[in-house]
């Protein structure tokens, strides 16, 4: 799986996240991502590297769920 670039990324529902880097789960080694919403109160998230970077299905249209935009 390749590791994506740090920046901006607009999720498919619209709204734009800051992608600061990857973190490891330290019981199992799962690769993390850690983000930050560009709106409301900015706090610091983590999802599944494999989650940030899949498909999904909307409208009957397939698209990533996060989608780069530019640097940070």
Known sequence: MNEPTP???QHFKGSEYELIGLAT??????K????RPQYGERA??????????ETVERD?????R???QRPA
């Open 44 to 53: 610091l998230w983590v999802r599944p590297l494999a989650m940030w970077q």
């Open 7 to 9: 920046g901006i990324y």
């Open 32 to 35: 993390l991502v850690v983000y």
């Open 25 to 30: 789960h330290s019981e199992t080694g799962e």
């Open 60 to 64: 009957g249209e397939t698209k990533p």
């Open 66 to 68: 996060f989608r780069y």
